[in-house]
């Protein structure tokens, strides 16, 4: 990740909570989970010590720069350096001794064939094993297969006498872009731990205190119910996201309007509104990574992951939404080479940097390689996009919203930030040549945005027919055209 540069505000007076015991806390892993986890820890009461073994992230964070954009991290950071609740440190050994807790976070990529790499978590075990003895506990905060715990806890026992720490989990529920308020009011505390005595529970408990004291629910059950409901959470969702796709594709092809349908079934107290929403599809570092993992768990135990395949084969298709959109208003695929299209976000949701398996990212990739010249804008997301993106002389990178639309044909919506959803449709139409937009998140006001004599192509949704001020502003932008050739093999039919 690239670092973005915080403003330096002076951290605010921290009044945190006096926890009954402060407890002595390293936290392995200074990522999004992290660094959220130590910073709040520390807001908890303890004094703990955060651990990265990228020796250049953790002098930046040491300094008070937080190098991934999540609203209200740097602050509360910056909070817990000045209270000296937390320090940051590369040397691991060091950071492990005398602690009653050890978290650790670090990261458990995906390989190609779905199975987790659990490299660092190896890595970390091993210091953990030399250094670590019992009453203290080792509570995995990172999403691991079913069955992790337990190996981890079994490679301890055979490294350590007889007093070696015990392993639980407490896998990790915290979205980017809301990520503080998730780890400090969660919606439920998992523990997983297969102990025969709730010591160490306790004293993980006791970590938590301030949000057990707030009345946060607290579930307790054995490693593998807790490894596989975190797996099994991520699934749903994407589930949901999938199944909604796949109904937006019916609605497409019927005439009916997804949006519509969504309120249909969402006010069914059953089924709810959330996660219903069509679009390009999920992304990011947990769904895709979470649901092949589920799937090759299954795999393994021969058993079938029909409703897993499913959710990912729709998610494949659906990020080649607006790319097929684009190709079927152009009429073929070598029509596609010359266009000007620019892509408004880049970040897989709005609220964060991360670009990691962002929807837009593969379609950026897509046209390209089709030959269409792109201009690509986010609000913070510029410097991790860049360095996901292979390089291609003809992409360009934006400096503003606006700035994307120079010289473009058509905008595709793949994030809705705030400001997309607020821009003014009479600019985007002023400045594109073909006036469409492809909006992948159904995130525009369409009524308002065709008014402005644009052609919105949503998903799952209808059309909307062009008003009497549209069809006046197409008439003259198309008198404009005829006066100066299209870059791409023609116009698109845009009152149609
Ligand atoms: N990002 C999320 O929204 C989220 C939410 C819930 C759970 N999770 C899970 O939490 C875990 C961490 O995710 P993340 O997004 O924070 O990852 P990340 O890549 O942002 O951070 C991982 C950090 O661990 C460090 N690290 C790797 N090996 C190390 C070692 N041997 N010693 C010390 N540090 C080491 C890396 O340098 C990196 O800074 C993953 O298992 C992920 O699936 C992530």
Known sequence: M???ATECRPPQPDTAPQPR??????????GYVGLVTAACLARCGHAVVAVDSDEAKIARLADGHVDVYE????????????????????????ALRDVDL??????????????????????????????????????????????????LQRQLDEAGDSDAPRVLCSPEFLREGTAVADFLQPERILIG??????????????????????????LAMDTRSAELSKHAANAALAMRISFVNEIASIAGATGADIEKVCDGIGSDRRIGRSFLRAGLGYGGSCFPKDVAALRETARRHNVRSDMLQATERINDRQRCWAFNELQRDMGSRGRLRGLRVAIWGLAFKPGTDDVRCAPSL???DRLARAGVRLALYDPV?????????????????????????TGADALVLATEWDEFVAFDPDAVAAALRLRTVYDGRNALDAARWTEAGLRVVQVGRPILPPSARSLRLNLAAEQRARRVPLRAAGPLDIAA
Not at 21 to 30: D, M, P
Not at 196 to 214: E, F, G, I, M, T
Not at 383 to 403: F, I, K, P, Q, V
């Open 102 to 151: 050890v978290f650790v976070a670090v990261d458990t990529p995906g390989r190609s064939d779905g199975s987790t790499e659990l490299g660092a978590i190896d890595a970390v075990m091993r210091d953990i094993a030399a250094v670590v003895r019992a009453p203290s506990v080792v509570v995995i905060k990172s999403t691991v297969p079913v069955g992790t715990a337990q190996v």
């Open 2 to 4: 690239k670092l973005i």
């Open 381 to 405: 997301a510029m410097a991790n996009a860049r360095a996901a993106l292979a390089h291609d002389r003809h992409t360009r990178w934006a400096e503003s919203a606006g700035d994307a639309l």
């Open 71 to 94: 609203p209200g991290l740097a602050d509360l950071m910056r909070a817990q350096l000045v209270a000296q609740r937390l320090r940051f440190t590369t040397g691991i050994q060091a």
């Open 362 to 364: 593969a379609l950026a």
């Open 21 to 30: 015991r402060a407890l002595r806390i390293a936290v392995i892993g200074s």
């Open 193 to 218: 731990d297969d102990g025969s005595d709730d010591a160490a529970q306790r004293l993980l408990l006791a970590a938590y205190a301030p949000l057990v004291d707030a009345g946060i629910p607290v």
